[in-house]
């Protein structure tokens, strides 16, 4: 099992930063894929950005540039740099442990945090 406890949003003007960060317990976090999230009202969940466990990024098209995922597996922790804010990233955002084994995929998922980016 593993725990996810996400902080970090807020409200935020189009053009300003926020960064995000979650922080796992309950397993060793180093062997999960961490992953960002977000669901916006009306709309499905989405990946925003994906870490692996040594260090390999992908990012949702709409937030290459301005988003940057990392990780340090000391502090079990894993985070969103948020620049560039736009309107359209107001969601929810989850954040994500994943593994996949043999048999089956282990999937975890945060309590989520609110980001309002104003116009």
């Known amino acids: 099992q593993v725990q996810l406890v996400e902080s970090g949003g807020g409200l935020v003007q189009a053009g300003g930063s926020l960064r995000l960060s979650c922080t796992a317990s309950?397993?060793?976090?180093?062997?999960?894929?961490m992953g960002w999230y977000r669901q916006a009202p009306g709309k499905q969940r989405e990946l925003v950005a994906a870490?692996?466990?040594?260090?390999?990024?992908n990012y949702a098209d709409s937030v290459k540039g301005r988003f940057t995922i990392s990780r340090d597996n000391a502090k079990n922790t894993v985070y969103l740099q948020m620049n560039s804010l736009k309107p359209e990233d107001t969601a929810v955002y989850y954040c994500?442990?994943?593994?996949?084994?043999?048999?089956?995929?282990?999937?975890?998922w945060g309590q989520g945090t609110l980001v309002t980016v104003s116009d």
């Open positions: 994500n442990a994943n593994r996949k084994l043999i048999f089956r995929t282990e999937n975890y």
């Open positions: 309950g397993s060793i976090f180093s062997i999960y894929v």
């Open positions: 870490i692996t466990n040594n260090g390999i990024t």
